[in-house]
């Protein structure tokens, strides 16, 4: 394990902004909004979920159930606006423990905030921001896997984050959401655990391994995380790849399940996944990009070892000096980089940053040897510790901080972007 492994207890979130000198960018939080409920209350929408489209500042998503046949209806007005009510007919997508809807609202102003109601009266209502439409600061959340325990193990974690960051924008999800993506008690975890911020901001989830039962996608997953409908031309990857790009952010998402491919074969599965990242990163408009998927490229896990995944993605990952490659999988902390990535100063690296994570509480050992064995080095790691990540982006600062529910920063990093390049810093934090 590399001497730069962090093992000392290290001071809160709160105490390293002060350090940092970082300002919070203040921005109008998504609420929800209690409507006076009907005698049928029971039949109210549940599971309302905002998923991103490809411009989430002129357009949004929502995805929603009902326990029987009800309206596929969004509405949705400028906040205050109460005459300016638009109605959409969204559509039934499908069953699973319940009745599935989905519609998109489009023509939305940038930076502006919308309350919104779906299914007809009755329903609650929720306001969400649509993002701006330029590089106007923003902070985003990143979970790895929650998947087990969630009420009692997992939920607490997700709350911290949702107090600690709520002017948060985004919620990043690296794969194994549940630990069986069919069990539908799962999921009403995992909602009882985000509430009310799935409907309140945008939902940005990659699929897991435990999202598949051989190879087949969790009938849940489509129905509640349809994507922005343009990865790659495959149908066996329809709504678990794809891009949306906030606020001077491309956001990338991947499908690493490679070992549940239909036919167990993953060469088309992967290869069509490269062509087409390739594609999405050549024609990149965006400052920063940050790429999500379950399965890690270097392994945090003894014993494990993912090649096919950095055949087929690691050079495009290097070739486009990708930002963040943010990982799931493995159960525990790990954040590095290439060796040949590293500069004449032990705390600055240039290139790619990888990173694993887990918030729930199902942990496994680390090990740095599948790191070093591919040419990485994994300059912070650590074994049963559940974390969410706050990750700010202004400008041409990137600042990411890995932190517990009880405010221990367990990671953090700076990048920054300018005439000079590339540099990604570690942050020096005192010991208590």
Do not use: C
């Not at 960018?25 to 029971?42: M, R």
């Not at 606020?247 to 087409?276: C, H, K, M």
């Not at 990048?415 to 570690?426: F, M, N, P, S």
């Amino acid at each position: 394990m590399s001497a730069r492994n962090h093992h000392a207890r290290t001071p809160t979130r709160r105490a390293l902004a002060l350090i940092r000198g970082v300002t919070a960018t203040v921005v109008v939080a998504a609420t929800t909004v209690a409507a006076p409920l009907p005698a049928a209350a029971a039949a109210a929408p549940e599971r309302v979920t905002l998923s991103p489209t490809a411009d989430p500042s002129t357009s949004q998503t929502v995805t929603w159930r009902t326990p029987d046949d009800g309206a596929p209806v969004l509405e949705i007005a400028p906040t205050g606006a109460t005459e300016r009510i638009r109605r959409i007919e969204g559509k039934r997508t499908g069953e699973a423990s319940g009745v599935y809807y989905r519609a998109t609202a489009d023509g939305l102003e940038p930076a502006s905030q919308y309350r919104y109601r779906v299914g007809g009266a009755g329903g609650d209502w929720h306001t969400f921001t649509t993002a701006a439409d330029s590089a106007d600061p923003f902070t985003f959340l990143y979970f790895g896997d929650v998947q087990n325990d969630i009420t009692r193990g997992a939920a607490p974690t997700v709350k911290a984050a949702l107090a600690d960051t709520p002017d948060a924008r985004l919620a990043l999800h690296a794969g194994d959401l549940v630990n069986q993506g069919s069990d539908d008690d799962e999921w009403d975890e995992w909602y009882g655990a985000f509430a009310p911020a799935t409907a309140a901001i945008n939902q940005v989830a990659a699929p897991g391994n435990h999202e598949y039962s051989g190879s087949q996608l969790s009938p849940h997953w489509p129905l509640q995380f349809p994507g922005a409908g343009n990865g790659p031309d495959n149908k066996d990857l329809d709504h678990t790849a794809y891009y949306t790009d906030y606020q001077n952010v491309r956001f990338i998402v991947l499908n690493a399940s490679y070992t549940n491919a239909p036919w167990f074969s993953y060469a088309d599965w992967l290869g069509d996944q490269e062509r087409w990242l390739r594609g999405v990163l050549d024609d990149n408009p965006n400052r920063w990009t940050v790429v999500t998927f379950h399965q890690p490229l270097f392994a945090n896990r003894p014993g494990r070892d993912n090649e096919p995944l950095r055949r087929y993605w690691l050079d495009v990952f290097e070739d486009y000096n990708v930002d963040l490659v943010l990982q799931g999988h493995d159960h525990s902390y790990g954040r590095g980089n290439l060796v040949a990535n590293r500069t004449d100063d032990p705390a600055v690296q240039t290139g790619p940053v990888y990173v694993v994570a887990v918030t729930g509480p199902k942990m496994y050992d680390v090990s740095d040897t599948n790191w070093v064995r591919n040419g990485a080095e994994a300059r912070v790691q650590r074994a049963d510790t559940q974390t969410y990540q706050a990750i700010t982006v202004d400008g041409e600062r990137m600042d990411y901080t890995a932190s517990t529910a009880d405010g221990e920063v367990v990671d953090a990093f700076t990048i920054t972007k300018g005439a000079g390049g590339k540099h990604v810093t570690d942050v020096s934090t005192p010991r208590h």
